[in-house]
């Protein structure tokens, strides 16, 4: 399995800022120190280029971030002050997540430690997202002929608005959404299936609510998947909401992860939010990797893209 790390780009928030930036690198230093992915295929995503981004992104919008035009309105909207390191560490985020989706199409699963920006629109950012790396993969596995159609099952426990909104009316991209009913963002948008939870749900009806989508994305035979296995449905997220215990959050993994499995769907897992206290966060996202690995140890390759997956990484 491969997976793909972008936690050397770093942005410079000012002290106190609530996104907890350390989570990347602390759950790639897991990651190394577990042997889940083998250190040579534990690699530095390219950055996502214009080409790619300009898929999604309208023109005026890109040119606005990578020059540093962006309003202060805008800056508080996506919630980061503009700088040239976030412009390369958003390019890198999306890399990832393009990368993923390339060697998950070799491999059958592979793994974006960082990624999962779903509230970025084509022409604007918010709530900690600047470009929309699922659509920019989506797009690009299209655009180079290794997939006719995705499936986006995000199961970040806020609505992924801005993918909505992306891919409407797309008949090539299923967007799957399990979400909080009353958390943000407050205005949702229309998801091809949206399944929104109360708070305090709980692990059941949680569970129950992803066997339901799943049914729903394997039946509609997607040729690749993309699972934002958010942490942030976890009862200890202070934006969460939900309640999931750790276990429940391990077992959403499993069903996702083996059901796709069982169906035959090569998947790019992106980890999405989290705002926990970091070493649960991580602790989250590293059981999501464990159970990535898992399906990896025991599914035979996918189909293999033309070029297979080389040439989408460097080693750093």
């Not at 918010?126 to 099952?153: H, K, P, Q, T, W």
């Not at 909080?180 to 948008?189: E, H, I, L, M």
Request: hydrophobic share 45%; proline share 4%; with cysteine.
């Amino acid at each position: 399995m491969r997976a793909f790390y972008s936690d050397t780009f770093v942005l410079p928030l000012p002290a106190g800022h609530r996104f907890p930036m350390d989570k990347y690198r602390r759950l790639r230093e897991a990651v190394a120190a577990e042997g889940l992915v083998a250190e040579e295929r534990l690699a530095v995503p390219a950055a996502a280029t214009d080409e790619e981004l300009l898929r999604v992104h309208t023109a005026d919008y890109l040119a606005r971030v990578v020059e540093g035009r962006l309003s202060e309105q805008e800056q508080r909207r996506i919630g980061f002050p503009w700088s040239p390191a976030l412009v390369e560490r958003s390019r890198r985020s999306v890399g990832g997540t393009v990368a993923a989706c390339r060697s998950a199409l070799a491999d059958g699963v592979a793994v974006n430690l960082a990624g999962g920006t779903h509230h970025a629109f084509a022409d604007h950012g918010e709530g900690f997202c600047v470009f929309n790396d699922v659509a920019v993969a989506a797009r690009a596995m299209s655009a180079e002929g290794l997939v006719e159609r995705v499936a986006v099952v995000d199961l970040d426990v806020h609505q992924g608005n801005g993918t909505a909104a992306i891919f409407a009316g797309d008949p090539s991209v299923l967007t799957v959404s399990i979400h909080g009913r009353g958390n943000y963002p407050f205005v949702k948008q229309r998801s091809d299936l949206d399944l929104e939870l109360d708070d305090g749900c709980g692990d059941a009806a949680y569970l129950e609510a992803v066997a339901g989508a799943l049914d729903e994305v394997v039946a509609w035979r997607p040729g690749l998947a993309v699972y934002l296995a958010g942490a942030d449905p976890y009862g200890g997220d202070r934006w969460g909401r939900l309640g999931l215990s750790l276990e429940g959050l391990a077992e959403r993994d499993r069903r996702v992860l083996g059901g796709l499995e069982a169906a035959g769907v090569p998947v790019a897992v992106v980890m999405a939010g989290g705002y926990a206290a970091v070493d649960e966060v991580v602790a989250i996202h590293l059981e999501t990797v464990r159970v990535a690995a898992g399906v990896a140890s025991r599914r035979p390759a996918g189909r293999v893209a033309p070029g297979g997956a080389e040439g989408v990484a460097q080693r750093v």
